[in-house]
């Protein structure tokens, strides 16, 4: 029996471990000269380890994600859990929980290598002896075991610090062989969803039905499959016939965490943003005198309803900060956007006097509602600038957006003939409502720009996005015939109302294009993001039955209103994809959001026990009306995945966004005291209406 001091050269003392006769087991926290070394594991992504001699010989490789180290065998995969009691500097009891994932009827001696090479590399210090250290051992952020059956490949992998893993079918190989069995477990089973469910010693492992496709050319197509159980307490997979001379990827889609987010009274989540590590931000609003805070820059609530802003650890199981932000009216945040340092930048709406302003472009409310923008620090306890913004009558923030120089991009609705304009590309026009686009510098004392947008018969901004340039894009709906057009796909209103995008030049002087889009009835525009190639992606509400379509998913209306989905190319004169997204009821869309290679998340609510739904890990509407979640990919014609996410009574998605590992994050509100939930901050509904924050894989 040894001990192994395992560190990340140059960066912290991550962990021990004990080896003995069977498979390795977590020991107790190192003791020496590294002892009080505090380590944020949440920030170290999951790397897999080459066994060169440290750990038992069974072992190949292996991936710790504290308190879980996963284990990589020639015939399985053995999850490790080290649960235990003690104090701050290590003292304690732990206790060892351990579960197997055995391969059936397979290659005994596969081989297996690391994939995709990692930065970090590892040294090993046995004791005090320096002739028993191993140094420099180079990490992947995978493995994968090659023929583990004939042409099947298994790759096991993480995302972040979450362990997946995706089965590769080679020309020649059968998914029918792959077979596997759960070991040292309570139980498992094939739920009503088709999710396969395992029940551990230290909890519930949930494999969600399986998303399976080909990669021909450049689309996915989709293949169905689902989970079968096997003899012996096993598992595999059932797929539908498909193209033997491809690959065939089996991709499980997994609810990562899910959580209820508010007090006892009434909640919301209505913006959502994630950094670079995976840690999300949420904004809302709370009327709950016991909404949860940490680090707090406003601890209580004022009176009403304040605004709420909310940071969530990468791991999804912790608050990093959690504030009110308010004053002695009611003050609802609509939409949150971060900067690379962290920041928080808030937009929405206030009713207050006395909402809290500092280094302010505008110090007072001047009319009876305002529009308030607020810049909350990194970490989430001070203002580094809040301002009102607006008029004598009333206005409404509804979207923000940042560029990579810390400007703030805002859109909304005013009814005030007195907004504040700077070098505007339109002044005021008679009309009962208009859009307005403003543009503050990064310090928030100045206008870069602001300018009214609409016609004479009322507009509503309600998206923003920005560019690489510096161009904003903007959209939202307008009952005018007189909406300023500029190189449009298309030049007239069709209908009661129609959406419509609209691109400004950099300068906020002039626009680069502006087109209407809509049918012959009523389109409401709301979420829109650009991207890296300049083509746009919109969203939102249609009731029109000869909605523009252009290559479409679903090319009529399902049912009462849809979800639409459309792409413009970069100069915003064609449309490259436009979609209905719908049942037989009522749909709403009302946000996306893009990963790097232009796949199109979305959010919103759907009453229609139809709705389309795609490796959907809840397959059935189960309230009123639940959140949905999709997923397009970049030519909109494949709906990758979609779901629905919601309990048995009224549950809605609000805002939608996408890491860096192409997770999606979403929030909302609810009323189901049964929503679906995954390792909760908050396992319980307090009140009536609450927030939620989900993350999507």
Not at 226 to 235: D, N, T
Not at 397 to 418: M, R
Not at 651 to 665: C, F, T
Request: contains cysteine; charged residues 20%; negative net charge.
């Amino acid at each position: 029996m040894r001990s192994v001091l395992l560190t990340m050269s140059g960066l912290v003392c991550l962990s021990m471990f004990l080896c003995s006769d069977g498979v390795p087991e977590r020991a107790a926290a190192a003791s020496g000269p590294f002892t009080g070394v505090n380590v944020d594991f949440a920030q170290i992504p999951l790397y897999f380890v080459p066994n060169e001699g440290q750990v038992h010989p069974d072992v190949l490789y292996y991936a710790a994600t504290p308190p879980y180290t996963l284990w990589a065998t020639g015939d399985g995969l053995v999850f490790d859990q080290l649960r235990g009691t003690g104090d701050a500097a290590g003292a304690g009891t732990a206790e060892r929980s351990a579960s197997r994932l055995i391969f059936l009827n397979a290659n005994l001696k596969p081989r297996v290598r690391a994939w995709d090479a990692a930065t970090y590399r590892v040294n090993y210090f046995r004791g005090q002896e320096i002739e028993g250290q191993i140094v420099d051992i180079p990490t992947s952020h995978a493995v994968v075991y090659e023929d583990l059956y004939e042409n099947v490949d298994l790759k096991v992998y993480g995302r972040g610090t979450q362990i997946e893993y995706d089965w590769l079918v080679r020309p020649g190989g059968r998914a029918s062989d792959i077979g596997f069995r759960y070991e040292d477990i309570e139980s498992s089973r094939i739920d009503e969803s088709g999710n396969l469910e395992v029940e551990m010693d230290s909890g519930k492992l949930i494999h969600t039905k399986p998303y399976c496709y080909q990669p021909i050319g450049q689309n996915r197509v989709e293949v169905a499959a689902r989970f079968v159980a096997r003899e012996a307490g096993g598992y595999g997979f059932d797929v539908a016939p498909y193209d033997a001379n491809y690959p065939l990827v089996i991709d499980p889609v997994v609810l990562v965490y899910s959580t209820y987010l508010g007090g006892s009274s009434s909640d919301a989540g209505n913006g959502i943003a994630v950094d670079a590590s995976g840690a999300v931000y949420v904004s809302g609003f709370s009327a709950s005198t016991d909404y949860p805070t940490r680090n707090p820059f406003q601890q209580s609530l004022k009176k009403d309803a304040d605004v709420v802003v909310t940071k969530i650890n990468p791991k999804g199981d912790g608050l990093v900060y959690s504030t009110y932000i308010g004053g002695s009216a009611s003050d609802v945040a609509r939409d949150i956007a971060i900067d690379s340092t962290g920041n928080a930048y808030v937009v929405g709406e206030t009713d207050s006097t006395n909402f809290p302003v500092k280094n302010p472009f505008q110090g007072k409310r001047k009319g009876t509602r305002d529009v308030f923008v607020t810049k909350l620090s990194a970490s989430g306890n001070a203002l580094v600038f809040s301002t009102y913004l607006g008029g004598t009558q009333w206005e409404s923030g509804y979207a923000i957006a940042v560029d990579s120089k810390n400007s703030a991009y805002l859109t909304g609705n005013t009814i005030s003939p007195d907004f504040p304009l700077k070098d505007p590309y339109q002044g005021h026009v008679s009309s009962q409502q208009l859009a307005f686009v403003t543009k503050l510098q990064p310090d928030g004392t100045k206008l870069v720009y602001s300018t009214y947008l609409g016609g004479s018969s009322g507009s509503m901004g309600r998206g923003i996005c920005v560019d690489g340039q510096g161009s904003a894009y903007v959209t939202g709906d307008t009952y005018s015939d007189d909406f300023p057009v500029r190189n449009p796909v298309q030049a007239a209103r069709a209908g009661y109302s129609d959406a419509f995008v609209t691109k400004f030049d950099p300068q906020g002087s002039d626009l680069s294009y502006s087109t209407y889009f809509g049918g012959s009835s009523k389109e409401v525009g709301w979420g829109i993001a650009v991207a890296g190639n300049g083509a746009v992606y919109v969203t939102g509400q249609t009731d029109s039955t000869n909605l523009p379509t252009v290559k479409p998913f679903q090319a009529k209306k399902g049912g009462l209103d849809d979800v639409y989905v459309a792409k413009l190319d970069s100069n915003g004169s064609a449309l490259l994809f436009s979609t209905y997204l719908g049942g037989s009821s009522y749909d709403y869309g009302r946000n996306l959001a893009l990963d790097n290679d232009g796949n199109c998340y979305l959010v919103g609510w759907t009453y229609s026990q139809n709705f389309p739904v795609r490796q959907a890990f809840q397959t059935k509407l189960k309230g009123a009306y639940d959140a949905f979640v999709s997923k397009f990919n970049a030519v909109g014609k494949n709906l990758l995945y979609s779901t629905y996410l919601g309990g048995s009574s009224e549950d809605a998605g609000s805002d939608i966004a996408v890491g860096a590992d192409r997770s999606a994050y979403v929030t909302g509100q609810i009323y189901s005291a049964d929503f679906p939930l995954k390792g909760p901050i908050q396992p319980s509904k307090k009140g009536g209406l609450e927030g939620f924050v989900a993350k999507i894989r």
